[in-house]
């Protein structure tokens, strides 16, 4: 491998650009010349690419987003916009690809390894780390901490006004956001898609907490909660329970934004280096990811077709600590 390209794919994460810093850096150790891809597969089907030097990468590990833009492409999954890939890659001597980003990155990813034999080592950048194959995706931590911020202000209001709170948090599918930025602000509650919310039970468990004088209350529902999300369950409590002062508040977009933690930007450093390593090894077609401490290679096949299980241990957790 002679020269190779990094892009940034699907939904940014804090940390991405700790990780293309890593990814620049660890190439031009190894004498691999590399390109920076503009805007995702987009970038890689219309040519947009950058020669990266070490000092494209300076003065970038602490800050939020992508240098190289990124972009959900709708013409990558088609078979043309992938071999206008191909041929822009051969056009432009890259030899392989290190891809950040989420499951629509490493599917596309998958398939255009299959279809063209073209080395491709993927990074976990997604703020809701719900990848198979690593205990943690970069961006997960910064948005965990953006959430705990928002949600302590909101509890100062809460307590202030004896108020119920309803608090959405993002996740897509998944409820790990949800889950730990919940244990950590102590909510009263937490709604996650991987458990089934029984309405009755959350009712009977406010009701018991308003019984008993709590002077505030924060439940953190996770965007893909079944329960159709923070305004819906608001509604519904709210119907039954008019005596409650309810108020719901939906963080957004907030949370994929900000300075990376140090937590994920060593585990970018980390990844990005290994993902180099991971190509210089002829390994191909494989995500790299931190299990037990550890980098581990995966490949994407088992990142993509297996569910990360969220932790029935923290699950439990908090159903003691909230009483
Ligand atoms: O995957 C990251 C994520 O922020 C999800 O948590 C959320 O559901 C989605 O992206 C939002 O996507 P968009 O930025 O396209 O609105």
Partial sequence: IKKIGVLTSGGDAPGMNAAIRAVVRAAIYNKIEVVGVLQ???????GDFKKMKSHD???????????????????????????????????????????????????????????????????????????????????????INTVIDAVDK???????????????????????????????????AILIPEKETHTQEL?????????????????IVAEGD???????????????HPEYDIRVSVLGHMQRGGSPSAFDRVTASTLGVAAVEALLDDQKSIMVGIVNGEVSHVSFNKTIKNKKKVKDSLMSLNDILSI
């Fill in 226 to 240: 079944k329960s159709g999300g923070a305004y819906t369950i608001a509604k519904e409590i709210g119907k039954e």
């Fill in 57 to 143: 990468v300076s003065n970038i590990i602490q800050k939020g987003g992508t240098i190289l833009r990124s972009a959900r492409s709708e013409e990558f999954r088609t078979v043309e916009g992938r071999k206008k890939a191909h041929e822009q890659m051969i056009a432009n001597k890259i030899d392989a690809l290190v891809v950040i980003g989420g499951d629509g990155t490493f599917s596309g990813a998958r398939i255009f390894t299959q279809e063209f034999d073209i080395p491709v080592v993927g990074i976990p950048g997604t703020i809701d780390n719900d990848l198979f194959g690593t205990d943690y995706t970069i961006g997960y931590d910064t948005a």
């Fill in 154 to 188: 909101i509890r100062d209001t809460a307590s202030a006004h004896n108020r119920l709170f309803f608090i959405e948090v993002m996740g897509r599918d998944a409820g790990f956001i949800a889950l730990r930025s919940g244990i950590a602000t102590g909510a009263e």
């Fill in 40 to 46: 995702g597969y987009e970038g890689l089907i219309h």
């Fill in 203 to 219: 009712q009977k468990y406010l009701e018991k907490g308003y019984k008993e004088h709590k002077s505030s209350g924060i439940v």
